[in-house]
């Protein structure tokens, strides 16, 4: 079973500049995580998608950040301006179903460095 | 609102000896309980879960975790560690009882396992 595709898996770019990141979640999970983990904490979620709709995005920053799943398979998180805060490693996790008692499976993650 | 928090940023264990590493959780309804590991660059992979029944749950890699209701907790342990051990160890939590089913991270323990 293929696992959580994410690319790319590294990224350097300037600030105010645009980024973008995309992953492709376990075949048949109707359920897309988008993490962001700072160096030194535990990921944090910023979005989460059920097939097409979003469940949860309150702790995205939507004045930068925005994310889609149009067709409910695979995503891509934004970043426009990136400030350099938003240096840290994006992470994308899929699961069969958002209201269950699973696990989350997730790619091997997008760095970002913002100079 | 659930928060999980892993009260060790890093635990030091001898190779051979027994390890545990520490998680305290806050829900307002039943937990569902993860552990998950990190390897550098890598992503997340799960380790073992809680959902119910036993309060003692094995999972991979020789792993267990003890969950215990009255002191909210669920320690992750192994009676024998190995160097190979050595990684970022997250905790996490689902409340399934009071409403918000998203999975919250701990801010993890480096686990290093001398030879």
């Known amino acids: 079973e293929a696992g959580v595709a994410q690319s790319p898996r590294y990224k350097i770019i300037e600030k105010r500049q645009s980024v973008a990141f995309w992953c492709n979640?376990?075949?048949g999970h109707a359920t897309l995580y988008?993490?962001?983990?700072?160096?030194?904490?535990?990921?944090?979620?910023?979005?989460?998608?059920?097939?097409?709709?979003?469940?949860?995005?309150s702790q995205l920053p939507k004045d930068r950040f925005s994310a889609e799943r149009l067709k409910g398979v695979d995503s891509t998180l934004k970043i426009q301006p990136a400030k350099l805060e938003d240096s840290a490693v994006y992470l994308c996790a899929s699961s069969p179903e958002a209201y269950s008692?699973?696990?989350l499976f997730f790619g091997e993650g997008s760095r970002?460095?913002?100079l | 609102a659930q928060s999980v928090a892993q009260p060790e940023d890093q635990v030091n264990v001898a190779e051979g000896n027994p390890l545990t590493v520490k998680c305290t959780y806050?829900?307002?309804?039943?937990?569902?309980?993860?552990?998950?590991?990190?390897?550098?660059n890598r992503g997340l992979q799960f380790l073992l879960k809680y959902i119910t029944g036993d309060n003692l749950v094995k999972g991979s890699y020789?792993?267990?975790?003890?969950?215990?209701?009255?002191?909210?907790?669920?320690?992750?342990k192994k009676p024998s560690a190995l160097v190979s051990d050595s990684a970022l160890y997250f905790?996490?939590?689902?409340d399934m009882g009071g409403g918000s089913y998203i999975p919250t991270f701990g801010r993890g323990t480096s686990l290093i396992v001398h030879p």
């Not at chain 2, 806050?26 to 550098?40: A, C, E, I, M, R």
Request: net charge negative; glycine share 8%.
């Open chain 1, 112 to 114: 970002l460095t913002v």
């Open chain 2, 91 to 94: 905790c996490a939590v689902r």
């Open chain 1, 101 to 103: 008692s699973g696990e």
């Open chain 2, 26 to 40: 806050s829900v307002s309804g039943n937990p569902y309980l993860f552990w998950y590991v990190q390897y550098p």
């Open chain 1, 34 to 57: 988008w993490y962001q983990q700072i160096l030194g904490q535990g990921p944090k979620l910023l979005i989460q998608f059920q097939n097409n709709g979003v469940v949860d995005d």
């Open chain 2, 62 to 76: 020789g792993f267990e975790a003890e969950f215990n209701k009255s002191q909210t907790s669920f320690h992750l």
């Open chain 1, 25 to 27: 979640p376990i075949s």
